[in-house]
């Protein structure tokens, strides 16, 4: 495990773009494993910037979601297909066919957590899976008390999460109260695992995450155990460690 500390959220951005862009040029038929929330709007932003200086090309380029409500229609500006188009897909040369998210349409949850499990399968495995930390430690919507060896599964969502996600919508109400997430068995077999965070109100959990026990009560700390895991942190989310 390999901590990066950053001045502030700008730095921490363009650390954390650096390693993606590095997988990219690298490898530029990699599958990145990308993730949505706030956290990561600051790296989409930087990626994009140098997009369109010539300086990566995502055209050979896969992605896989971590992560999308159930119930959702794609088209709903807060789902997450939509974020994702919004902040990246829409911006640069990614293939449409090479973008792959659960499809929260779908409310056969068997059928289509299997079918995702299906994708990652066929794309070959996630090269580089980028995560944030929920402030209980859930990754994805893998909350606290989560079995590690799941695959992709259909989550209610608890209480804390539907709060931190209330800013996203008009009301508390409308917030999805289930989503298909990948599972912490997915994400553990990522080649590299990024992990960013920022904020003095992430610095408590970074703290018991990755100095801590590992339990599936802090699902994060199960990245203590992953073999190429990079966490980017910036100065407040690192206070405590």
């Given at each position: 495990m390999k901590i990066i500390?950053?001045?502030?959220?700008?730095?921490?951005s363009r650390k954390a773009a650096n390693i993606i862009s590095a997988q990219v040029i690298m490898k530029p038929n990699c599958?990145?494993?990308?993730?949505?929330?706030?956290?990561?709007?600051?790296?989409?932003?930087?990626?994009?910037?140098?997009?369109?200086?010539?300086?990566?090309?995502?055209?050979?380029?896969?992605?896989?979601?971590?992560?999308?409500y159930r119930g959702?229609?794609?088209?709903?500006?807060?789902?997450?297909?939509?974020?994702?188009?919004?902040?990246?897909?829409?911006?640069?040369?990614?293939?449409?066919?090479?973008?792959?998210?659960?499809?929260?349409?779908?409310?056969?949850?068997?059928?289509?957590?299997?079918?995702?499990?299906y994708v990652i399968q066929r794309v070959g495995g996630i090269d580089l899976q980028l995560l944030g930390i929920g402030h209980d430690g859930?990754?994805?919507?893998?909350?606290?008390?989560?079995?590690?060896?799941?695959?992709?599964?259909?989550?209610?969502?608890?209480?804390?999460?539907?709060?931190?996600?209330?800013r996203f919508f008009a009301s508390k109400e409308e917030v999805p109260r289930q989503a298909y997430t990948m599972g912490i068995k997915t994400i553990m077999q990522a080649r590299k695992v990024l992990l960013v965070a920022n904020g003095a109100g992430k610095a408590e959990i970074i703290k018991r995450a990755f100095f801590g026990p590992v339990t599936p009560e802090v699902p994060a700390s199960i990245l203590q155990m992953h073999p190429d895991c990079t966490i980017v942190l910036d100065a407040e989310a690192a206070s405590l460690i």
């Open positions: 500390r950053a001045k502030d959220y700008y730095d921490m599958v990145l494993g990308l993730a949505t929330g706030g956290t990561p709007v600051g790296i989409y932003k930087q990626l994009v910037e140098w997009y369109n200086k010539d300086d990566i090309d995502f055209s050979e380029v896969t992605t896989v979601n971590l992560d999308e959702l229609p794609r088209e709903h500006p807060e789902s997450y297909w939509s974020f994702m188009h919004r902040n990246l897909f829409d911006l640069v040369n990614i293939r449409p066919e090479r973008i792959n998210l659960p499809d929260g349409t779908n409310l056969d949850a068997a059928a289509e957590c299997a079918r995702y499990d859930h990754i994805g919507f893998n909350e606290p008390g989560s079995a590690f060896e799941l695959g992709t599964h259909c989550v209610d969502l608890t209480e804390e999460t539907i709060e931190a996600n209330k």
